[in-house]
């Protein structure tokens, strides 16, 4: 067990005050008593920074000490420990974590686009100057997905780690399948609920779940990983007609970022996915997230829960606190070495798979054998195929469904390429991965 390095108040400086600098707030003064054993020393809130002082965050923050300037955070000698709630990878955010690393400050963040792509040079700097750099809310909000992965697997050697990583796609998701509305109207109703962004393009193209994703991934195979080598697909091309085909065919529908370490080396990537309806990850609705890890001795675990939130993010960051008022903390990466290039994922051309295509194609003899021509000639085994009538005389196109065998990316790329250039097919092919989850 590790013993506290003192029963003194561990000082936090909190930079952004908005929905999870709030939050921490609210819950550190909830459980103070609770976290003061936990910890085995109080936590303790000296000095905050936002942008607009006046404004009202639900919480009394007047008798804190008010930077303006949030890097002064680190030059106040009160402040023990930053805790960095702004967001965004660079500006603001990223001067006050390497300024507070430097002078060998502790750091925790929830900041995921920071982590992601700026991951080596701050375990880098953590490593140089004994500072930890802690981030637990970073991936999957309130669950405990980074203590998982890197403490509580430490043991294994990790084959594959991921999940559902992005509770917008999911709700999204899963209310286009419950209603059979198309995903316009959906992305309308959750923003109107608060569960978009005004600007959802960070979550629903799969930038937030790629960011995610390149955390698990340099936890689980012990390196960062380079965040612009990850294939990032996201929910835009899903429509109501490929929420009903998957229902039909027994699947569900589920942006997943997955992450796996093979002979030929690293496979990353956030694509939408077709899942068996009765696998666990089928089951994660809502805005929940799932984060899945597999190792060679472990076997398969999955952890659910709250990816976002107030609540459940400051309840990631907290336990971040407690772990560093407790002298428990751990290289950025779970291994020594911090000098560590990031990690490139190898192409998504050399990974393999099977595959959903939904075509819109003229509804006339001889398509499906143009089609299926092409297929064969790419090596594209068909494992099934299925048709739906047209809906209304105002259209001469149809929805066509075709479910291929594992197959290479690579023919695969080749097959749809060729298959849009014909004339009888209109729009592009809409491609959904067939994970076994
Ligand atoms: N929201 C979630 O559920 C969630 C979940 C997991 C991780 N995260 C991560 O947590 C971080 C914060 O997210 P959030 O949702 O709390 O964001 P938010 O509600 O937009 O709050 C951002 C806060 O940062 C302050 N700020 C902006 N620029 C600043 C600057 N230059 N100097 C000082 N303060 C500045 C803002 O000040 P004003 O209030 O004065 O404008 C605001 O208080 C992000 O990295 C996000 O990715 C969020």
């Not at 799969?206 to 689980?220: F, N, P, Q, V």
Request: a negative charge; aromatic letters at 4%; glycine letters at 10%.
């Amino acid at each position: 067990m590790t013993s506290s390095p003192s029963s003194s108040p561990l000082r936090l400086g909190i930079a952004g005050l908005g929905t999870v600098g709030a939050g921490v707030i609210t819950l550190l003064r909830a459980n103070a008593d609770l976290l003061s054993a936990r910890a085995g020393r109080p936590l303790e809130v000296v000095a905050v920074s936002a942008r607009e002082r006046t404004r009202d965050r639900g919480v009394d923050v007047s008798a804190l000490r008010w930077y303006e300037n949030a890097t002064d955070l680190v030059n106040d000698p009160d402040v023990d420990v930053v805790v960095e709630l702004i967001g965004g990878a660079e500006g603001t955010a990223r001067a006050l974590v390497e300024a507070a690393l430097a002078a060998g400050k502790p750091v925790v963040t929830a900041n995921k686009a920071l982590l992601a792509l700026h991951g080596s040079t701050l375990a880098r700097l953590s490593a140089d100057n004994n500072a930890p750099l802690l981030f637990e809310a970073a991936v999957a909000g309130g669950i405990p997905a980074i203590k998982t992965v890197r403490e509580g697997l430490a043991a294994d050697r990790l084959l594959r780690v991921g999940g559902i990583l992005n509770g917008t796609c999911n709700y999204i998701l899963t209310v286009m399948r419950e209603t059979g509305k198309d995903f316009a109207t959906v992305l309308k109703d959750a923003q109107d609920l608060g569960y978009a962004e005004a600007d959802p393009s960070t979550d629903v193209d799969g930038l937030d779940a790629a960011h995610k994703l390149t955390i698990l991934a340099g936890l689980a195979f012990g390196q960062p990983v380079a965040f612009n080598s990850v294939h990032v697909e996201g929910i835009r091309s899903i429509g109501a007609v490929d929420q009903s085909f998957a229902r039909a065919l027994g699947y569900r529908i589920k942006l997943l970022g997955l992450a796996s370490m093979t002979d030929a080396g690293l496979h990353a990537r956030v694509t939408p996915c077709l899942v068996p309806q009765h696998a666990p990850l089928a089951q994660v609705d809502g805005v929940f997230n799932a984060v899945v890890a597999e190792g060679e001795f472990v076997g398969r675990i999955m952890i659910e829960g709250r990816g976002a939130g107030a609540g459940p993010t400051a309840s990631a960051v907290t336990a971040d606190l407690v772990d560093i008022a407790r002298g428990n903390t751990i290289a950025v990466w779970g291994v020594q070495s911090s000098n560590q290039p990031p990690l490139r994922a190898c192409p998504i051309s050399s990974g393999e798979g099977a595959f959903y295509l939904r075509l819109m194609v003229e509804d006339r003899p001889g398509v499906i054998a143009d089609i299926t021509a092409i297929l064969r000639d790419c090596g594209v085994s068909l494992r099934s195929m299925l048709q739906h009538p047209a809906e209304n005389d105002s259209t001469p196109y149809v929805p066509l469904v075709l479910v291929t065998h594992r197959t290479s990316e690579a023919a695969m790329q080749d097959a749809i390429t060729r298959i849009d250039a014909l004339s009888v097919v209109t729009d592009s092919t809409v491609v959904i991965r067939i994970e076994a989850a």
